[in-house]
């Protein structure tokens, strides 16, 4: 059996999980060491869907997560699910 849902019936949930999900990101974005500087970017997937896609900037980010895990590790602790981002969402 499929349902099919009206547009209003989502913009009402994203208003109600976005401040939720905006809460546990910027908690994690404060776990992340002080010498990265934390890029997120609030959006609906394909699926019309909530995420937010977080990233590390500064020179030695990407071998930090790779070595060490942080950002992970941070949004994993907020009880967030974490899906490495592959390409259009």
């Known amino acids: 059996m499929r ?5 209003s019936w989502f913009e009402k949930t994203w208003n109600i999980v976005e401040p939720q999900l905006q809460q546990k990101v910027d ?3 404060k ?3 002080a010498d990265f500087e934390v890029a997120l970017t609030p959006k609906r997937d ?4 909530p995420v937010v896609l977080m990233v590390m900037k500064g020179p030695h980010a990407f071998a930090s997560e790779v070595k060490h895990g942080h950002m992970m ?5 907020q009880g967030c699910d974490v899906h490495r981002y592959v390409g259009e969402v």
């Open 3 to 7: 349902i099919k849902l009206p547009e």
């Open 27 to 29: 908690a994690a974005s």
């Open 31 to 33: 776990s992340v060491p």
């Open 46 to 49: 394909r699926n019309n869907r």
């Open 73 to 77: 590790r941070a949004v994993a602790q």
